[in-house]
């Protein structure tokens, strides 16, 4: 059950059990479902409103330098809409003594270490506002007189789809539109050898690329990632395992580059 | 826990009750979450109060038992909030005498539950053997916050002429104990025992009115740990235990492990019920009646093939023996007792309790009932038989003589029992340590045929191979996967070494219980695996993934290290190389032998072809938690290798 307020300008549906959903929003497992207005006169059955990947955003910066078998430097994660609300509903029952490793899953960096954290606007608002986490990170590379790696090394998979066929839609939680940009500047002695070519890919329910560059002596690979409909209906699984195996091959292209100690 | 029902007459009358009060509000210390920075919530107080009652009412003694928890929990975090819904379930037999709760905010208001708020319910849990009816309480505190204290006491009261005869109490909780107090009110008739585990501080004993009050104070209780390979909670933490060793009058006693068993003894030898139809002429009689050793064979292998392991339950439980074969599965306790009533009677064979993990072991000086996990058979020796035999039915590749891991070694109480004509039960039970061969050791082989083309793609065909323990285990856990979830799990094993790997075969596994093997063949592809630089190509080693990868972070250890049974994970890549390339670098061996781990990782290069060898290997014992710190470090060092790279030349 939910509320609908009546305010002098409009009204605005409410759900009081979510902890983080500011008043004007609802959460996002209640977004776009049917729902029936008990009123005096009755009703019609109506829907509720949804919310768009413009409202649901994340950016991700990962600053990195290569140095003595590990990956380190800053991260400044901001988001809004239903991802600032899930992060900060994480937050809030994260003990402070776990909050460093729940950052490192959220940056999809599971063997890393946080340090340093500093969190901003992280109690639920009144009215939509980003959360911003950023801080310290040291992730493992791997070794050798060579080095490489891939994009898929510093990003969650995209669209996890296994499976050879189904019968219900694919459900995700909302729409969104996130993009991670990882910058590894090359310490000096080291070179960068090769990189895939940029790529991009479009479906109705989602867009997808990736752009690697190099700028003076850094690797910029910028992943910009929008989930455009949050059901995906049964009779598009094809054409979304197919994509989910396309972007999965363009992240796995590796980069190399020859580094100045083994 | 332990009830027994006495059939007495009882009569009601002014009775007994055990009392309680609200915690003081001044007298509350509340932390901050600063001084519990990893839990979201800590119990200030616990009291854990029981009431055992032989009540003498005109002729007779009327007898029943108390339990009362009563808890004062402070939120200390947003996750904490989930303590504010409880839920309270007991034996459906029992009745919910007191049930009170308030909330105290921060600031110090007080707000009761209101006892309409309150949903009472059934629920039924266990499985098709243990099924049981318990009922259910559950409520929600008002108006919780941060900072809230949360306090709630509730009392229930079992039917008439049942009383706790023994039973276990875990102290430690999901979240820190500040304060723990346990109180057992004892009648003066009944005689009884306590005992601390793994704690020094000593019971307190005193006397009010008619009764014996046996107590228990403990500060700073920490909530148990979430770490891999932790002992047992009954060998880390501290708990207590409880028996009665004797009533007046009624004469039941637990004061040896013999009498302890009675109720055991009955249900495994004198429960009509359970062996309904079952006798040695269903396995047929093949051999002569002198050879012996022939009889027992042939009923292991009846025993096996008509009843399919279904699993070890962690708490005894058993369906009448044609249930079982009639279902064609058979826990632990099951395989153990069709064993014993099917083999012939001359043998005297007799059933042995056992605790299945080497980690804990009976307490001789502490005759408790029930505290056992798994059966096996005893076959003593006599003419045919040279030796006492030790037979374990849910070790399905076991011969006669062969004992798996969880129970070679093991010490049982082998029990049984002559019933009187008064229905009593003549008890007898003795402790032997378990000889025999032990089976295979358990095995983890992973080994993947690799063709590497000269575009950096490749083409893989693993079969994983399981032996001994960790094929019983796959049996088990795998039964009655579907087709999809087979799928599912084989593109998870590809997905966690290669992301953009497609499976192209994944048939079924194959088992073979007879011989405790199970192997699993797949095949998958993958395109731009390795990187072709200029003349060179960088063949990453992540085909390499063991279970425990990444699992040992940099963290403080509280607990110490146990491992179980012996285990050896093998990883085995053999890796054709692509026509007129050659090795210029593989990464260096490692080698390490600690006192309860082995580390192997090596490379052999060959003229087309690299084989990697990674191998991990446990033994059985304990690791003081000190030395957490040097074994992770061998771990990170080990697993390290799967983010290693091979480096090919092209032959000039």
Redesign the interface.
Known sequence: MILEVELPDRRVLVDPTSRTASFSELPWNDQEADYLPITREGSDLLRTPASTAKQNESRIDLDLTPSNGVLEGTFHYRATGALADSLRHTLLITPAGEQQKMVANLLSLSRATVADLNITAQDPPEKPTPIEVSGKIRDPLNRGVLRMMRPSDLAPVFMAISGDHRKDPIVLKFRSHEIRTVTIHLPAGAELSSEPASFSIETPFARYSLDIKRESRSLIIKRDVTIREHIIPASSYAEAHAMSDTVSDAESRPITFRASTP | MKKLFLLLLFATACEPTLDWKWTPIDQLKRPT??D?????AVVLEREDRFLNLALMQGRYYVYYDEIQRHDVIQI????GLKHAQVRIQFDDGGELVLLKARTISPSGEIKEVEPKRVIADTSQSGSVVDRKTERVQLFRFPDVKIGSVLEYVYTVRSPRQQIIWAWTGRLASDIPIRHYQMEFRLSAPMHYAFKLHNGETKFATRKDSDFNVVSLDLHNVPQYPEELWSPHWQVSEPWWAFRLTGIEPAQIMYDTWAHAQKQTIDDLYFNKKNFEGISPSLVGANCKTTDKLCSVDQTLAFVRDRTELSGFNEHPAWRPLKQVLSSAHANNYEKAILLAHLLPKTLNAQLGLLIRSHQRSFDHGFPMPREYNHLIVYVPKQTGIDAPLFLDPSCESCKVGELPPWSEGREALVVSGTLAFNGEIDAKADFITLEGTPMRPAQYRATQQVDLDDD?NIKDSVKIEREGEVAVSEQIDTRGWTA?KW??AD??FIRNR???A?LKNSPRPRCEKKRSECTLELGFE??????V??D?M?V?LSLLNGGLE?RF??EPRSTDLSFGNSIVEDEVIHLNLPAGYQVE?V?PTMAKKLLLVEFVFETVVGPHEITLKRRYQTHFGRMPASAYQELREFFVAFY?SR???I?LKKSP
């Open positions: 979450p600063a519990y920075p990893k839990s979201p200390l975090t947003e996750a950096g999809q799928k599912e593109e998870s290669i992301r953009n497609r993958a395109t731009s695996f390795a990187a630089e200029g060179k960088i990453p990444d972070r940099d670098s990464p390290q983010h290693e790279n480096v």
